[in-house]
């Protein structure tokens, strides 16, 4: 199956972003950004994270790929767990910022999400479709460019563990440059954003996120 059997608009990053293109996924980013820092702005809710010089020390170095990998318990673990991050930590660093994958039939149904999601760096991946396949091609080809990656490797929202998808493995495999690899366990999530509907912010929460060391 190929991207083009599922995925019903064209390819959302151009070979060469022009400044508008770059702007508007600054705006986009910067956007996400702000509403993660409301989330979790003092007496709403509070994030403890542990290791995050960790993870910021990693975003600094464009030396090697990095690759992020974390358990997927609400619909918005990211952009939320952002909020970790001071603004001048996020601003110094918006250019480094992550890729994600996505799947296209939740963020990319229509032209204005396709629009929305891309700008914020998602990047459509077609469940089922297997490891190769264009979305999967397009963050392998930013690793080698020593880009960041998040990746959420069990491919959907879950409560429980369950298996990680292949791709992640042939993503570390085709790396030019061995990847630095950070996981994150992010807990108690869906205290602050449930992983089923209505979607709406819960307040006087905790949320624990672990960075672990590579």
Known sequence: ?????????????????????????????????????????????????????????????????????????????????????????????????????????????????TWMFSHGRGVPIIRGAGIYQKGVDFCIEKLNENRWVHVFPEGRVTSEPIRIKWGIARMVMECVNPPRILPIWIHRMTDVWPASKPYYPHFGKVLALLILLS
Do not use: Q
């Open 1 to 113: 199956m190929s991207i083009t059997d599922e995925f019903k608009f064209a390819w959302p990053f151009p070979k060469n972003p022009n400044l508008l293109n770059k702007f508007l996924t600054n705006f986009a980013l910067a956007s996400a950004f702000v509403f993660s820092k409301l989330v979790f702005a003092p007496g709403v809710n509070r994030i403890n994270a542990v290791n995050k010089g960790t993870l910021l020390d990693a975003i600094k170095d464009r030396t090697r790929p990095l690759l992020t990998v974390a358990n997927h318990r609400s619909v918005c673990d990211d952009p939320l767990f952002w909020a970790i991050f001071s603004f001048r930590e996020f601003f110094s660093n918006i250019c480094n910022y992550r890729y994600i994958m996505a799947a296209h039939d939740i963020c990319f149904k229509t032209p204005l999400h």
